[in-house]
């Protein structure tokens, strides 16, 4: 095992599990994916496993730890990436489910150290989950698409997998996806696209169309009651904002009615650059900094 893998619960080989992944980052910016996961955790009563010491992989110049109060006592917290292991009802297989924050340093090491382990617990098959940005309005469903190795996770997910042409900087979940595709995993990507005007934090609409979908291929049964409550909170936030800024309200109508008709190509995942954007910043400024303040009154 490896130096920085501490075990967290009792590691076993599992039976023909699969590992859920989401690292928070260049794939998943506003760490929507990554509150799909943690939700997943919660709901399924995942175990934890391990979790991947941050001291080896992370530059606290760049990304400074925190200090708060837990119990009137000060405590740091240090960048997480941490294993869970759940049996859901409806399932006819164990999940591994790994939510964290991409690293700084010694990527091929992280994700060997990802691969080795998830394989030592039986596993074969990975799903890495993500979030872009993008020219959408949150007034409709969230579109999410799909990279794979192999077309039985079309007929799994119900969508289309285009081939990538994309050549560019990419992530280190997709430095783990190719190290996972060249040990002859079957593994997919299941990208969400994020309206780019309000991604001050995750959107929990956008966790609630992954879990669905999760759900629905895998026979799963996932209560999101509180993920439903802070999608509902999030959208009176998003009108009231609205209300008051006539320009950025019809900013989202330029996008709904490009969506509804011309339902916008969803790019190829695998290793996709964020797409450039129109600069919403002074448009939609007031509305991305009104999130934001509330999602810090909520911590």
Do not use: C
């Not at 959408?136 to 285009?162: C, I, M, N, Q, W």
């Not at 002859?184 to 001050?200: C, E, F, K, Q, T």
């Not at 959107?203 to 439903?228: H, K, M, Y």
């Amino acid at each position: 095992m490896h130096e920085a893998l501490r075990p967290l619960g009792d590691i076993r080989p599992l039976d023909n599990p699969v590992l859920l992944a989401s690292l928070s980052g260049f794939t998943d910016a506003t760490g929507a994916a990554v509150t799909a996961i943690d939700h997943l955790a919660e709901e399924w009563n995942a175990e934890p496993l391990a979790e991947i010491e941050a001291e080896h992989f992370f530059d606290f110049t760049v990304q400074r730890p925190r200090v708060g109060l837990v119990d009137g006592e000060r405590v740091v917290t240090w960048p997480e990436n941490r294993f869970y292991v759940a049996r859901p009802d409806g399932a006819d297989r164990d999940f591994i489910l790994l939510a964290g924050v991409e690293p700084h340093l010694r990527w091929r090491e992280f994700t060997t150290l990802i691969a080795d382990f998830v394989g030592e617990l039986g596993s074969t098959t990975s799903i890495t989950l993500g979030a872009q940005p993008s020219g959408v309005p949150h007034t409709r469903p969230v579109p999410l698409s799909l990279s794979a190795s192999d077309p039985s996770f079309e007929e799994l997910f119900g969508l289309k997998a285009p081939a990538s042409r994309y050549q560019g900087q990419t992530g280190v979940v997709a430095v783990l996806n190719l190290a996972l595709r060249a040990r002859g995993w079957d593994n997919a990507s299941l990208w969400a696209m994020v309206p780019h005007y309000i991604s001050a934090g995750p959107n929990p609409n956008v966790a609630i169309s992954i879990i669905e979908l999760i759900d629905r291929s895998f026979g799963t049964t996932t209560d999101l009651t509180s993920l439903r409550e802070e999608a509902d909170q999030f959208e009176d936030q998003v009108r009231s904002v609205l209300a008051d800024s006539e320009e950025a309200a019809a900013y989202v109508r330029q996008l709904e009615e490009q969506f509804d008709t011309n339902q916008p190509p969803l790019p190829a995942p695998q290793d996709q650059r964020p797409e450039e954007l129109p600069d919403a910043e002074d448009l939609l400024g007031d509305l991305e900094r009104f999130l934001k303040d509330q999602r810090q009154d909520d911590d």
